[in-house]
């Protein structure tokens, strides 16, 4: 039984999705959020930028002493998983793997969909995931770099959102894809409207979602789960702009957000 937190951490704001999925799961563990709000977007980002970002976050989390780090930001997955796995003491999750599994049982042979920012898509890491689980899986990908924007603002019903989505689901439409990777933390946020575009007959899969059943999982296996009747306390760190983390972040955590520390790193 271990009580120290979980470290989450994300580019941002979004990673607040996959916070929430952790929190519905694993009602009795305590998480530190660290948002790099000073240097979001990483989805037009460089490999080696995003990579050195992610392993700043890791060095700061280590030394909050956090028993597992969760990557919730897709982009910083895709670029960093594994030379931050490489280095970290504790076990470190990303949301690809996660979402590739579930994506590969929800399709059952047929076409998957995956969509996220340009770094995620251009890395190919969801492509390979879902390829070394069903090696003759049909894939097809798009990158919606509007969507994240769209989110933050709020316009998930929006009728600029419903154009931009009908623009970006049209080739995986076209594809006749039967699950679509939620591969972006933003993007469950839309599924209402992503759902409508390509019709009830495509799974829609949410990668942070997945990734909290991965993370109960781990921690279990490792030994590192907190007492069933632990409180638990949930810190929020931001590297700018804590005011806009809490309005915003509220919207996505779906609750209030009161307190977000400042901690500047780079
Ligand atoms: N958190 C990022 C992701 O899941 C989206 C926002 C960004 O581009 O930084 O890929």
Redesign the pocket.
């Known amino acids: 039984m271990n009580r120290s937190p979980i470290g989450i951490f994300?580019?941002?704001i979004?990673?607040l999705t996959v916070a929430r999925a952790i929190y519905d799961r694993l009602p009795h563990e305590s998480t530190v959020y660290f948002g790099d709000t000073a240097r979001?977007?990483?989805?037009?980002k460089s490999p080696e930028t995003v990579r050195r970002y992610s392993r700043e976050i890791l060095d700061w989390l280590l030394a909050e002493r956090v028993k597992a780090v969760v990557i919730?930001?897709?982009?910083?997955?895709?670029h960093a998983l594994e030379a931050l796995r490489e280095v970290s003491p504790v076990p470190v999750i990303g949301?690809i793997e996660p979402g590739a599994r579930a994506a590969v049982a929800a399709a059952a042979g047929g076409t998957i969909g995956v969509i996220?920012?340009a770094?995620?898509i251009a890395s190919n890491a969801y492509a390979r995931a879902i390829r070394n689980r069903a090696p003759d899986a049909r894939v097809e990908q798009q990158a919606c770099p509007l969507f994240?924007p769209l989110v933050e603002e709020g316009w998930f019903e929006h009728p600029a959102a419903r154009l931009i989505a009908a623009e970006y689901m049209a080739p995986l439409r076209d594809a006749g894809i039967s699950a679509l990777v939620l591969?972006?933390?933003?993007y469950p946020l839309l599924r209402p409207l992503l759902q409508e575009e390509l019709g009830p007959g495509v799974m829609l899969i949410d990668s942070g979602a997945e990734t909290a059943h991965v993370v109960e999982e781990v921690l279990r296996r490792e030994g590192l789960a907190a007492e069933a009747d632990a409180t638990p306390e949930h810190r929020f760190v931001v590297s700018d702009d804590a005011a806009r983390f809490r309005a915003v972040g509220s919207r996505f955590i779906g609750e209030r957000l009161t307190e977000a520390e400042i901690v500047p790193l780079g």
């Open positions: 994300d580019s941002g979004g990673g979001v977007p990483y989805g037009p919730a930001c897709n982009t910083s997955t895709a949301v996220g920012t770094g995620t994240v591969g972006c933390t933003h």
